[in-house]
């Protein structure tokens, strides 16, 4: 008998949880609130650890193959002077040492690409619709949905980010918090930049309280740009796409060189939204209990500074397959299964969290730590930039 799974949330996490229920063969049914499936923001970056599972669910054929970029190299300047600080050598030699590509993609082109996969895999699609009022009673979950309807499955996972309603009946906590930084996004065709302003690379600028990162997306036809600064704004704080001005943004920028400056300049549309976080996740409870488990965002929401929240999204989707694929009621139900997701992930996405963090202190050090911190790069280099814990 096909078994099946309810998910909520249809961005890049629900439909990676959704199609790896498929892979594990299970049913799967996909709650998305939002009337249309689509993603805001802008580009992300994927590790090894993130395309070596895209590569094995075969999504780096095709459409999205031709999309993704493979940066030549990663280049840290500081943002201040301007001066180079270390560089990580991507491309060959990234897919040479893990096995995998390090990759640059527009947000929506993997998110189209998963959607693609899970609608030619049979997932049922849901628009529209949220689901709420989780109870589970003989062997079932059942959800509420926005329409009134009840819905039911033998298993329920809760990919509905950062601001997750089904948060509550895994992890029973608070709502995130505001870290007090604003992250600015943009994008721009590298056609219309100078030449010296186009890049193959990613580039983060390292300056007191802020940085700016740059990396080629959509086939390298244009340059995605994040800056994050510290500063809060009024408004509803689950609003993804604030629209800015590049006068609040060069406002906010603070002591750094005109190389930073003429980047920002160029780009000609700014949104913004205000950053939220969590505290790393403490134990395997906060992020399973009985039929329901926590994915992404919904589960370990990652600041930015490890580029990892993608990536730990899909890394949380192949544990689910696995574990789907042994569930079955009779030496190991569903409640066991996903026992052994959260067991299996919770210290892994708990420590990027905290490395994440740190690296935030890092990036906007300002002082004596800034100092150290731009001597310790010029001397380690590769060292500090490469990220074999995580890659492997």
Known sequence: MTRELLVAGGGIGGLAAALAARRAGWEARVFEQAEAFSEVGAGIQLGPNATRILQEWELLQGELGRLVVAPARLRARDGVDGADLGVLELGPAMLQRYGA??????????????LHAAQAGGVRLHTGSRLGAVEEQGGVVTARTTEARLVEAEALVAADGVWSSLRVDVAGDAPTQATGQLAYRGLVRQQDLPQALRSDEVTVWLAPRMHLATYPVRGGEWLNAVCVVEGTRPGDPRDWDFAATQAQ????????????????????????????????????????????AL????????????????????????????????????????????????????QRVARVQERSIRNGTIFHATGPLRMARNAAMRLLGERLLDQPWLYK
């Not at 009621?329 to 067991?343: E, G, K, M, N």
């Open 101 to 114: 590509p390090y990759l640059t993609v527009h947000r929506a082109d993997l998110q189209a690409a998963l």
């Open 249 to 292: 943004l060069e406002a906010a920028l603070g002591p750094v060189c005109g190389a930073v400056r003429e980047r920002v300049a160029s780009i000609p549309k700014w949104g913004f939204w205000v950053l939220h976080a969590r505290p790393p996740v403490g134990s395997a409870e906060e992020m399973a209990r009985g039929r329901v």
């Open 295 to 346: 994915l992404g965002d919904a589960a370990h929401p990652m600041r930015p500074y490890l580029a990892q929240g993608a990536g730990m999204a899909i890394e949380d989707a192949r544990e689910l397959q696995r574990v789907l694929a042994i569930a079955d009621d009779r030496i190991v139900d569903v409640p066991t299964a996903f026992r052994r997701y959260a067991l299996n992930r919770w």
